[in-house]
C-alpha cells in the first residue's frame, strides 16, 4: 500500500508521454508529481451531448446530429469573409446550419451523410451558428469534456491527454484516503471513480457527486489541520483554571443597570467556562456594533478579579482606549477594582507610576492600545487579556499576544460581523461565541440611498437635524490604496461645508495625518459639540461613541465595502434620538446598486455582511493582502459551506478520539495532516 502511494508522488516524468520538457511546463502550473495531475481538476465542462431541438432555449449551446439535407451553399464577403450554409434533417426537423469562415468545409459535407455540429441555437430562425462540425454520428465521441485552465506551452487538449495517460499507467494506484465510515455515512464515491468522475464524466451528475465527495475530502483535511492546532494550543500551554467567585459575579450582574439580553447571558457562560478550565482560552466574540460587547467585557474581567487576577484591554487606538477606560470605571470602580489607561500619552512620571502599581498588583485592570503588549509593561498576575476590534490586530499580533505573561485567557472582540462560513475558516483555531441580539428599545438607523446630484437635498436635511441641536459627521471618499488622496478629499470637503455652514455651524476635521494628539482635540471638540460637524475619513470608523451625533452622509458609498459601510454607520444612532444615514452614491453596475439597496433595507451586521460575502466573494471580503483565506481547490467555502460546518465538526470529533490517532483506517488522514506540518509544531513545544 505504501509503495503505491509512493508511485503517485513520483515526478510527472514517470508518465510514458510526459518528457522533461512537458514535466516543466505543467510545474508552472504546480503540477509535479502524479498525484497533482490526477488532482488538476477542470473548472469547467464542455457539453457535446445530443439534445432533443424541442427541449432547447434560444441561444442556447447545442450539439445535434443530422443528416445534410442538400448542397451546401457557400458565399464569399471580400477576401476573406464566407458564409457556409447546409440544410440538416435533424429526426423530423429540418434546420439550418451556418459555418461563418469555414468555407473549406465545403466539400466535407455530402448530402445523405451524417454530420454532427456544436454551436448556438437561434429558434426563431430555426438555425444553428455552428463552431465545430464532425463528420458522421456522434457516438463514438467523447460527449462531456472537462475545460482546465492552463499555462504557457500546455494546452487543454494536451493537459486532457497527459492526465488520461496517468490514469492508465497509474490508476491502480489510486487508492481511497476517507475512512470507509465517512464514505458511508455521505455516500461519497471512493476515490478512484472520483477521480475519473472528475476528469471523464458522463454527465453532470457524475461531476456533481465527484465533486461532493472532494470538496469534503478537501475541508476535512482543512478542519483536521485547524482542529489539531486548536487541541496542541490548548494542551500545550498550560492555561489558568481561574476559580472565580460565582456568588460576587452574580452579585455584579444583578447590580448592572440592565438586564443582560439573552446573547449576552449566553456568552456570558461561554466565556467563564473558559475562564475555569484549565485550558488556555482562545475565544472570538463577535457582536454588532451596539450588541453590548463591553458589559460582557467587564464581567470577564471582573470574574477573572474575584478569582485574584489582573485583566487588559487591548483596543486599537488611543480615542477609543480613552472611551473604554471611562466606561469601565464607572462598571467596575464601584466594586473596587482599580483601572487605569496606559496611552503613549501617560508619560515620565506617571508613566513610572503606572507601571510601578501594576507590578505590585495595586491596578487590577489596565487598558491601552496595543503599547500594552511592550516589554516595559510586566504585570504581577495577569489571567485574562481582552482586545476590542481585533480584524485590526493582525496573525502575529494575536500570536505576540498570546505569549504574553502567564499564559493568560484571551477573548478577541470583534464588532465586524464576520460570516460564520469566514469565521469557521479564518478563525478555524479559535471558538467563537456570537452575540445575535440588540438590547430592546434600540432604534434603527433609516438609511438612504441617495445619487450624488441629490447632494443639496441632503445637506439641507442635514441642516434641519443641526438645527434641534444635533451633530453630524461626514465620510470622504475612499481611494483606494490611496492615503494621501484620501486626505486630500476630506479637505476639500471640509472646505466646501465649512463654506456652506458659514458661521451657523463649525465643521471639525479628522484625517490620517493628523498626529494623535491633533487627532484627541478634533474628536473632543465633536464630542463637546463645540463642532457640529465632523469631517473624517475612515479613521473614524473605530467605536468612537458621540450619542448626540444622528446624521452621517458617506460620500462615494459605492466604494466601501459593506461590512465597513456598517461599521461607520455604527457611530450613529448611540442615543435615543432617531438617527440617518445617507449613502451618496452612483454605482455603475447593478452590483453595485444591489450593495446600496442591502443597506437600505437591513441594520443587522450579519446579514449585511453574509451578502456582502456572496456578491464579492471571499477573496475580496477581507482586502487582498491581509485576507489569510486559504485556498482550495475544488471547494467554495460559501457555496458548500454546508459541507464546510460538516467537516467541521467530524474534525473536531475525530481528533479527539483515540481511533484516530491508532486506527489504521485513519493513517492517510494522519500523514495529510503531519504533511500540513502541524505535528511537528507540536513536537518542538
Ligand atoms: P458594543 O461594544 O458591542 O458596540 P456597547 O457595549 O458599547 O456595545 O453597548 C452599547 C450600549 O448599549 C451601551 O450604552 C450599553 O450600556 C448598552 N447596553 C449593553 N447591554 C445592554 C442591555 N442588555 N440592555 C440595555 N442596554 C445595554
Ligand atoms: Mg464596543
Known sequence: MENNNSNLKQSVTAVKGIGAETAQSLAEMRIVTIEDLLEYFPYRYEDYRLRDLTEVKHDERITVEGKVHSEPSLMYYGKKRSRLTIRLLVERYLIQVVFFNQAYLKNKFQVNEMVTVTGKWDQHRQMITASQAKMGSNESEKKFVPVYSVKGDVTVKGLRRFINLAFSQYGKDITETLPEKMISKYKLGNRKESLLS???????EDVKKARRRFVYEEFLHFQLKMQALRKFERENSKGLSQNYDLVKVKEFIDHLPFPLTNAQKRVVNEVLKDLKSPYRMNRLLQGDVGSGKTVVAAIALFSSYTAGYQGALMVPT????????????????????????????????????????????????????????????????????????????GVEQRRVLREKGENPDVLFMTATPIPRTLAITVFGEMDVSIIDEMPAGRKTIETYWAKADMLDRVLSFMEKELAKGRQAYVICPLIEESDKLDVQNAIDVHVALQTYFHNRYQVGLMHGRLSSDEKDEVMKAFSSNQNQVLVSTTVVEVGVNVPNATMMVIYDAERFGLAQLHQLRGRVGRGSEQSYCVLLADPKTEVGKERMKIMTETNDGFVVSEKDLELRGPGDFFGRKQSGLPEFKVA?????YRALETARNDAMVLIESEEFWNGDEYAKLRSKLADSGVLENEKLD
Not at 198 to 204: I, R, S
Not at 328 to 353: A, F, H, I, Y
Not at 375 to 381: A, H, L, P, R
Open 318 to 393: 488611543e480615542i477609543l482606549a480613552e472611551q473604554h477606560a471611562e466606561s469601565l470605571k464607572g462598571l467596575l470602580e464601584p466594586v473596587g477594582l482599580s483601572v487605569e489607561l496606559l496611552t503613549s500619552s501617560v508619560k515620565g512620571k506617571r508613566r513610572r507610576e503606572v507601571l510601578e502599581r501594576l507590578k505590585n498588583d495595586e491596578i487590577h485592570i489596565l487598558i491601552g492600545t496595543h503599547a500594552l503588549i511592550q516589554d516595559e509593561v510586566v504585570f504581577s498576575k495577569l489571567g485574562l487579556v481582552i482586545t476590542d476590534e481585533q480584524h485590526r490586530f
Open 198 to 204: 472528475m476528469h471523464n464524466p458522463l454527465n453532470e
Open 636 to 640: 467554495d467555502m460559501v457555496h458548500d
